[in-house]
């Protein structure tokens, strides 16, 4: 069973502070990633994909990707209230090109 | 700039009726996806397909149907609605060209009575 692993949270930061997700994969030869984010009553909605390792910079997200460690991160700097939500990482692995396998979530929350 | 339309946005549906769920994305995308998601389940794959008239299973296929007879429209069906069948449903699209990153509708909130 191909598995994406996330804390469920809460997770908890002060407004401006940096918040950090983490995601962890099961299937060594995933290629793609995405970050999505999904407010309460909403649908998820694409914020960040990263393919290669390394960091990828999209204003105060940042994904970062360690394929070796079978790892996968995003960083919110300057976090707000308006960045408290449910972020899903989603992951595609190998011979399954265009069904993702999505983690349970993380909840964050952002104190003002 | 709407890209995944879901026709409802809230249902209401009576045990036993036959409920249709659709979904049409602009974005001539070749895969389709349906989705529920539940509190604590996380999303769970309920069928998706790859091509028109092709369709596959997912992890929980069993009361739905689907079918997929124009490449942008891929709709959903409850055959006889149940009570455990009440739930949020999510459309996506997605696209090699895209790398196959799941674009979403605004989902379909259904409650069955």
């Known amino acids: 069973q191909k598995e994406v692993e996330q804390n469920s949270g809460p997770l908890s930061v002060p407004e401006g502070a940096i918040a950090s997700l983490n995601c962890t994969y099961s299937?060594?030869?995933?290629?793609?990633f995405f970050w999505y984010r999904q407010y309460s009553g909403k649908s998820p909605e694409l914020i960040m994909s990263?393919?290669?390792?390394g960091d990828k910079e999209d204003g105060r997200f940042t994904a970062q990707l360690n394929k070796a460690s079978q790892y996968v991160s995003l960083l919110i700097r300057d976090s707000q209230p308006s960045d408290s939500a449910t972020y899903l990482c989603?992951?595609?692995?190998?011979?399954?090109?265009?069904?993702?396998?999505f983690g349970k979530g993380t909840l964050l929350t952002v104190n003002p | 700039d709407v890209k995944v339309t879901q026709s409802s946005r809230y249902l209401v549906k009576r045990t036993g009726e036959k409920v249709f769920l659709e979904c049409v994305q602009d974005?001539?995308?070749?895969?389709m996806f349906w989705y529920r998601q539940d509190p604590g389940l996380g999303l769970r794959l309920i069928y998706f397909?790859?091509?028109?008239?092709?369709?596959e299973k997912g992890d929980i296929p069993e009361g739905y149907s689907v079918s997929r007879e124009k490449k942008e429209r891929f709709s959903l069906i409850l055959e006889s609605a149940s009570t455990n069948q009440t739930s949020m449903y999510l459309c996506?699209?997605?696209?090699?060209?895209?790398?196959?990153?799941?674009?979403f509708g605004s989902g379909t909130r259904l409650t069955v009575v």
């Open positions: 990263i393919y290669s390792n």
């Open positions: 397909s790859y091509d028109v008239k092709m369709k």
């Open positions: 996506a699209s997605s696209s090699p060209t895209e790398r196959y990153g799941y674009t």
């Open positions: 299937d060594r030869g995933s290629q793609s």
């Open positions: 974005m001539d995308h070749e895969n």
């Open positions: 989603a992951v595609t692995p190998v011979g399954s090109n265009y069904k993702l396998t």
